[in-house]
């Protein structure tokens, strides 16, 4: 899912809502958890995570182009603390060196595989998995 379109989709799908009526309902979802980050709220979803309001203190940065000075001043922002088992779903995707391993392993399987053919002894071995 990418964007808000692909979200209203995917609830329309689950609820057999059409998407006009799943988008009235997204757009409500959305709406309610603005209303309270602009009331410095915190909008708590179980399982999922924290949204709230932190403020940014004024700061004093550099142009890079420049070098000069410039003070940054005083801004809202939101922060998002993700929950436990969003943390723990995201931890289990695999990352590029298992997924580098799985290859290293397919890879040497084949070659075994096809030394055996070469070697035309397939009815003797059996390779397990």
Do not use: Y
Not at 48 to 62: D, E, H, P, Q, Y
Request: charged share 40%.
């Amino acid at each position: 899912m990418a964007n808000k379109k692909d979200i209203v989709k995917a609830v329309a799908e689950a609820n057999d809502w059409t998407q006009k009526e799943a988008a009235k309902k997204v757009e409500a979802v959305v709406s309610t958890i603005k209303k309270a980050l602009v009331n410095k709220e915190e909008v708590k979803i179980v399982g999922f995570g924290t949204l709230s309001v932190v403020k940014r203190a004024k700061k004093v940065g550099r142009n890079p182009k420049t070098g000069d000075v410039v003070e940054i001043p005083e801004t809202n922002r939101v922060k998002f603390k993700v929950g436990k088992p969003l943390a723990d779903a995201v931890a289990e995707i695999p990352t590029e060196d298992d997924l580098d391993e799985v290859m290293d392993e397919i890879e040497e399987t084949e070659e075994i595989e096809e030394a055996v053919a070469d070697a035309g002894i397939e009815e003797h071995v059996e390779i397990l998995d």
